[in-house]
């Protein structure tokens, strides 16, 4: 239960320079948490992931779901005027946040240098696809093309065909160590008095989640191979059918498997079976393995099956589509939907994960593009010069 404690980034205001996917779910995780986010957009097209789709009420699925409690200041960056407004409110700001090309900052004379020789307490943090420096530090990157780079798209999918992973795994990866490193920073120059600048690219975001496959490479000398739903070492672990659909059981030991085939199954002979024994074994025979699970799973409905192995204490999942999910009982019932204004009407979100008890964090609006721009503009000084600026296509 919730209560009255007060939001952790309450307080903090931060200026976002941004577009897509990384860094904006950067921005949000932060204004998630009480961070007071304006962001800087393009006068008339604005961030161009407002226009991937017309799904939410003729809004972008993508603009809804990474933007939400930010304010709008529609600004064009290519007039002196408007950069000078940015650097104006960056000089009020704890925390910038930019995922321009790389260099455009800097050639915009907001680059992480030159503003924090203005503010040495300003926390600038450059979102890239490759890095601040190295050979492929100017080249184009997105998600798809960072997967690849990175070797995602190696270990996932079918033995027969590679794959990218069904959601922006690599911008995701990236926007989430900009969020942890601008509250890591925070903290520091509460304790310390030092800004910083800090460089987070998708590329090491996303090595950095390949995990074992990687140690299996450097130690091994081999690929791990793609599995589909299973697993290079761990057996039974995998998609198994049952009278009206599937079920994934993940076995991660051999206490589980003998839970497995005689707690549930009723089948000691298979928890005695030399070839089946052990983890080992069972990776080693797992055509075996498999097709002895899947010939006792498909006796049962996947429903009795999952309450089963639940009750039995066997690791288990209900292998659901996106329908099941927005319906999910372990959602529902914990009252996990909020709902959030947008410009054309009211949608459902879920609740930020993580959960504080004493405070519930917020989930601001959505923005109209140059929403707050007014509103801005009249906080730095300028309310006599707003419609001239309008006028003049400096602001939208």
Known sequence: MTGPGPLPLDGYLVVALEQAVAAPLATRHLADLGARVVKVERVG??????????????????????????????????????????????????????????????????????????????????????????????????????????????????????????????????????????????????????????????????????????????YAGRQVPRMGLSHAVIAPYDAYPTRDGEILIGVQNDRGWRALVVDVFGRPDLADDPDLRTNIDRVRNRAKCDAAVGAETAGWTTADLDARLAEAGVPAAQVRDLAGVVDHPQLRDRDRWRTVTTPAGPVEAVLPPMTFRDVELSMGEVPALGAHTDAVLTELGLADRIGDLRGSGVVG
């Open 45 to 218: 097209e604005g961030d161009f992931a407002r226009s991937y789709d017309d799904t939410v009420h003729g809004q972008a699925s993508h603009f809804v779901w990474l933007n939400r409690g930010k304010e709008s200041l529609a600004v064009d960056l290519k007039s002196p005027d408007g950069v000078e407004i940015v650097r104006e409110l960056v000089s009020r700001a704890d925390v910038f946040v930019q995922n321009l090309a790389p260099g455009a900052a800097d050639r915009l004379g907001l680059g992480a240098d030159e503003l924090r020789a203005r503010d040495p307490r300003l926390i600038a943090v450059n979102l890239s696809g490759y890095g601040a420096d190295g050979p492929m530090r100017d080249r184009r990157a997105y998600d798809l093309l960072i997967q690849a780079e990175a070797g995602l798209v190696s270990v996932t999918g079918t033995p027969e065909t590679a794959t990218k992973t069904g959601i922006p795994t690599a911008d995701i990866a990236a926007g989430t160590y900009v969020c942890n490193a601008v509250v890591s920073a925070l903290l520091r120059r509460e304790r310390f008095g030092d800004g910083a600048t800090v460089d987070v690219s998708m590329f090491d975001a996303t090595v950095e989640w390949l995990g074992h496959p990687l140690y299996v490479q450097m």
